[in-house]
């Protein structure tokens, strides 16, 4: 069984920043490629960012390019964002997953999901 486990979230100002950190269980976790998505209330669930189980390869989302980066630590089964320029509209659940077979930006690449944590940005 996968769990993950998302913290980091809290309430912040305009132009802060914060680190969000996923902590996966399982013996796998450096085989899987990994993804955060987001949600905000009466909105669909978004991608913000993903990185390959090597580390090699990320990807963004337009709209947090250049603020966000992703990351992670095999060693410690534990993936970042890091939230850099944050703004009113980053607010949302921050949600991280786990694929363990492809490479993808959809939300159906994932088969493992934390329960999030609220990120709420003040203007």
């Known amino acids: 069984q996968v769990q993950l486990v998302e913290s980091g979230g809290g309430l912040v100002q305009a132009g802060g920043s914060l680190r969000l950190s996923c902590a996966v269980s399982?013996?796998?976790?450096?085989?899987?490629?990994m993804g955060w998505f987001r949600q905000a209330p009466g909105k669909e669930r978004e991608f913000v960012a993903a990185m390959t189980w090597s580390g090699s390869t990320t990807s963004y989302a337009d709209s947090v390019k250049d603020r966000f980066t992703i990351s992670r630590d095999n060693a410690k089964n534990t993936v970042y964002l890091q939230m850099n320029s944050l703004k009113p509209e980053d607010t949302a659940v921050y949600l991280c997953a786990a694929a363990p077979g492809v490479y993808g930006l959809g939300r159906e690449s994932y088969e493992y999901w934390g329960q999030g944590t609220q990120v709420t940005v003040s203007s």
């Open positions: 399982g013996r796998t976790f450096s085989r899987y490629n």
